[in-house]
């Protein structure tokens, strides 16, 4: 089977993807986009992060698309994407166990004021602030697929008293009124990009708290910056933003109540990861079922 291996990848990313592929799938070729343009009747699949826009044009013979990062949101945005060819989500164990490490440490950091005793030492303050219980802490989780459920386990073993919502279940402004901290893990879809507003931010409790670890646009930047310098909100934890890396002069990064990762609450791990694509990749080779497909329709 030959496969088409595409992306951004940094320095010896490539080489490790290359060499965890490679391993779980030694009867494969791997090639990169000039190898494959150039026998691109024989190409069966690809295997892609990020790749440039067009990179999955002209190869015929294709029979899965599979991503090697969770949100398909910018492979679905390239207009080129041949949309006969069926696209699998990474679904990757180790990155779901770092995305529910990353939510606890933000959850956690919240509720016991982790955030505001590091700004009280730098502004050379010493004073305790109240200790509320864990279940006394009410966090709703935005999204309910594998990342959205494995972060509510998560929290919910840590006695959080936590609440899932999902778009096209229940209302969401009862449930933002009864949330204390809100995790955001929903696809970036035309349906939810920019669900974090002024409306959203307005129905919180007074003093709640946003954590984002899903997309910047999901996110009205001006709104939650609003909320924020209002007291509205106390703080928000921001992993992901409309451009990434983020601009130097974006108020996000001086904001005394924005706690900032630079796209990293969970990455994707090539030695486990590589399993799970193979298996795909195998799947399409022999056309039997292949798991984490997206819908089309739904975008995720
Ligand atoms: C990271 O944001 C991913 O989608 O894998």
Do not use: C
């Not at 699998?88 to 982790?114: I, K, N, Q, Y």
């Not at 802490?137 to 609440?163: D, F, H, K, N, T």
């Amino acid at each position: 089977m030959k496969v088409l291996l595409a992306g951004r990848f940094d320095a010896g990313e490539r080489e490790a993807w290359l060499r965890h592929l490679g391993a779980a799938m030694p009867e494969a070729q791997w090639m990169g986009l000039a190898e494959a343009r150039a026998q691109a009747h024989e190409i069966q699949a690809a295997v892609v992060a990020n790749p440039p826009p067009g990179s999955l044009q002209g190869l015929p013979n294709l029979r899965l698309i599979q991503s090697l990062w969770a949100g398909v949101d910018r492979l679905l945005a390239d207009a080129t994407l041949p949309t006969r060819v069926p696209l699998a989500r990474m679904v990757d164990p180790a990155m779901t166990a770092a995305m529910a490490e990353t939510a606890l440490w933000a959850v956690l950091s919240l509720h016991r004021g982790f955030f505001d005793y590091q700004q009280q030492q730098r502004e050379g303050v010493w004073r305790e602030l109240a200790q509320r219980r864990a279940d006394e802490v009410r966090v709703l989780i935005l999204g309910q697929g594998e990342l959205g459920r494995a972060v509510a386990s998560r929290l919910a073993a840590q006695a959080y008293a936590v609440a899932g919502w999902r778009r096209d279940g229940s209302e969401l402004a009862p449930k933002l009124a009864q949330a204390d901290i809100v995790v955001n893990l929903l696809p970036l879809t035309p349906a939810t990009r920019g669900l974090l507003d002024a409306g959203f931010f307005a129905t919180l409790p007074p003093g709640a708290s946003v954590v984002n670890l899903a997309r910047g646009a999901h996110v009205v930047d001006d709104d939650l910056l609003d909320a924020l310098d209002r007291g509205r909100l106390h703080r928000a934890v921001l992993d992901v933003f409309h451009t990434e890396p983020l601009p130097a002069a974006h108020p996000f990064w001086r904001h005394p109540k924005v706690t900032m990762l630079p796209h990293a609450a969970a990455l994707t791990d090539p030695r486990s990861a590589a399993a799970v694509a193979v298996a795909n990749l195998r799947s399409a080779r022999d056309g039997t079922a292949m798991a984490h497909l997206v819908d089309r329709g739904r975008q995720y």
